[in-house]
């Protein structure tokens, strides 16, 4: 399972959508999840960059886990979710400054519009129990979602369904901000 999280790990670092160290992965496995490796480089993930613990309880391990295992082990509680990617994708960061904690953006491209509808903007600090319980929450009725200032958290029932979401995500805010940019130019010439 582990080298199924690598491929994904190297396929996020390639597209851009986040920098080596920065976000984590992680598959369910019964009552058990695989996670990162806090820390871990995403794009040189190996068997040692993986660490399973429990999804209902805490773990000794947790220390050397993803600093997000507590976001990960509640959305796994409260939804059907399978597989979950954290990335920090530039646009989506920044739409989400723009829309604000509790915001949502609306996709202004056809295929955001019909894939994600809305995309609900959530706060709460980095690896948070209050973050855990919005997301866990939002995820439950979205594929995805963005957090305030921080980055794009998807679900999916493979990690090829999280990493179609996330570059899902990333496109609709990258349109969005460019067509936005387009038209505040248009309008001040």
Known sequence: MWQEIAKY???????GLVESNFGNISL????KMLITRTGAAL????????IEVDIQDTSSLDIIASSETVV?????????ALSIIHAHCQYAVVESLLAGPGGK????????????????VVGGGIGSRELAGNLANTLSRHRGAIVYSHGTFAI??????AYIVTTQLEH???VKYLYERAVAEKGNK
């Open 9 to 15: 790990g190297r396929k996020l670092v390639e597209h």
């Open 28 to 31: 369910r496995a019964g009552d």
């Open 43 to 50: 794009d040189e993930i190996t068997e040692n960059s993986v």
């Open 72 to 80: 990960h082990r509640e959305i796994y509680r409260q939804t059907s």
């Open 105 to 120: 953006i609306a996709p202004v491209d056809s295929e955001g519009q019909y894939f994600l509808g809305t995309i609900p």
């Open 156 to 161: 999916g029932r493979t990690l090829g369904d």
């Open 172 to 174: 609709s805010c990258k």
